[in-house]
């Protein structure tokens, strides 16, 4: 069925190291795989997107990686800060179909300093 | 310039009760997105509304319905409350084939 999951529920990363959140998703009619950040009492915040022509991108201190084959995504954030600190999400969507964005269950980034 | 707003921002409700939760997107957006989203857990898609008209449904049970109104807010309505449905309920609202924008969400605690 459709999923998208996580392999890891909690990260401890030193401040100022970088950061790498791994991402597994089910559906290989998957076409806009998305980051979303979660600080405690708001709503998901969008970092980066990716669509599925590409293998790579890049944006402000973060990069999403995309691996058709195995079906993995991957959020590297450089030089981590404490305002990093956050649940990050990755999300799948078919973009022909709809705008329903299949999230996975997420993962802790907690900051060491 | 404003961001997606919900309102109220807490509600506390018992059993069998019903409610009614409110989302004004961006302005400029015309399609509406609701998410539940329990403890600990990603949101999960409840509607999607474009144009007022109903473009998806996820797996939820008739007792969750939803409107969109002419100037693009939307209503999500959900009956016969449970003790399951207590969670952040998440308004997402997007420009075609653009990045869905989410608001703070209204946290439904059912008693």
């Known amino acids: 069925g459709e999923s998208v999951g996580l392999h890891l529920p909690t990260l401890s990363v030193q401040e100022g190291d970088n950061s790498i959140i791994n991402c597994a998703y089910s559906?290989?009619?998957?076409?806009?795989f998305i980051w979303y950040k979660q600080e405690s009492g708001k709503g998901p915040q969008f970092i980066i997107d990716i669509r599925s022509n590409m293998d790579k991108r890049q944006g402000q201190r973060v990069t999403v990686l995309l691996n058709k084959t195995v079906k993995h995504l991957s959020l590297q954030i450089a030089a981590t800060q404490p305002g990093d600190s956050a649940v990050y999400f990755c999300a799948e969507n078919e973009v022909n179909r709809d705008d329903k964005i299949i999230f996975g269950k997420g993962t802790r980034l907690h900051i060491l300093p | 310039d404003a961001g997606v707003t919900q309102s109220p921002t807490h509600l506390i409700k018992t059993r069998g009760q019903h409610v009614t939760l409110r989302c004004s997107p961006i302005?400029?957006?015309?399609?509406v997105s609701w998410y539940q989203q329990v403890l600990g857990q990603g949101p999960q898609f409840i509607f999607q509304y474009y144009e007022k008209e109903e473009r998806g449904r996820g797996n939820f049970p008739d007792r969750f319905s939803a409107r969109q109104f002419p100037n693009y807010s939307s209503e999500l309505n959900v009956n016969a409350l449970l003790l399951g449905d207590s969670a952040l309920y998440l308004c997402?609202?997007?420009?075609?084939?653009?990045?869905?924008?989410f608001g703070p969400g209204t946290r439904l605690t059912v008693l």
């Open positions: 559906n290989s009619a998957s076409d806009y």
């Open positions: 302005s400029g957006h015309k399609s």
């Open positions: 997402a609202s997007s420009s075609p084939e653009a990045e869905q924008f």
